[in-house]
C-alpha cells in the first residue's frame, strides 16, 4: 500500500519491547500464526474513540480501508495525506487507554503504551519528540534547526546524549551550529556552518559510530 495509505497497528503489551519485537510479531501475524496478540478490552475501547474522532465513513474520510473493531490487533489503513493526523490522535488514545501503536513508517512505536521502550529520543525546540529515529528522520530534525527551531537533542537510554544547536541560544554566531556531547559529567562542544556536518554527527551518534570525535576540534564546556 505504498504511496496509497499510512499503515498503523494497535494492540496491548503487557511488557515493554522494541520496534524489531514489534515487527517480528506483526510479521508471525501475517504469516498466519495464531495468538501472536492477546485480546485486550483497552483496544476496542481504543477503536471507539479513534472512529468517533475519524468516522468510518465520509466524503472526507480518512480511511482508505475502513477498519473493523477488535480487542486483539487493530489494523488502520489510512489515507497517506491523514495519516500524521491519525498517528497524532493515537498518541494520546495509546497514553489514555494503555496500547501500544506501531506506525509501519518511519517505524516508530507511539510512546505512550506499557510496551515501549525507546533506545533513542529525539527532542527539538518546535518540533514533537521523535522516538527510536532512523537516519532519514535525524536528517529531517537536524536540517530544521535554526530560528524558531534552535535545537535538537539526540538522547540514548543510558542517559548519554548528542546535540545540535544554532545561533545566539548556544551563543555561536548566525549560521554557526554548536555540535555539543555529554559524556559522564563532561560536556564538549565543537562548531560548524556546514549543516550536513551536523547532520553526520549525529547519525553516527545514533549508528554509535564515533568517527565524530576525531572529525572536529572540541573544547570542554564550564558547565
Known sequence: MSGVSFDLYVWHEPDSITVGDAETKLERHHDGEPAVFAADPAVGRCFDALVERFPLEGDDSAWSVPPARSETLLELFCVSHRGPEIADVLRDLAAEHG????????????????????????????????????????????????????????????????????????????????????????????????????????????????????????RRLEL
Open 99 to 218: 496500547v501500544v501503536c506501531y506506525v509501519v513508517f518511519p517505524r516508530r512505536l507511539q510512546p505512550d503504551g506499557p510496551g515501549f521502550a525507546p533506545r533513542f529520543t529525539m527532542t527539538s525546540a518546535a518540533l514533537r519528540k521523535v522516538y527510536d529515529p532512523d537516519a532519514d528522520e535525524v536528517r529531517r530534525q537536524v536540517t530544521r534547526v535554526g530560528r524558531g527551531n534552535e535545537f535538537t537533542i539526540l538522547e540514548r537510554a543510558d542517559g548519554r546524549f548528542a546535540q545540535v544547536g544554532y545561533g545566539d541560544f548556544v551563543s555561536v554566531p548566525p549560521g554557526t551550529y554548536a555540535l555539543e556531547y555529554r559524556e559522564g559529567d563532561d560536556q564538549h562542544q565543537a562548531k560548524t556552518t556546514d549543516v550536513a556536518m551536523a547532520v553526520r554527527f549525529l547519525q553516527e551518534f545514533l549508528a554509535g559510530d564515533e568517527t565524530w570525535k576525531r572529525r572536529h576540534l572540541w
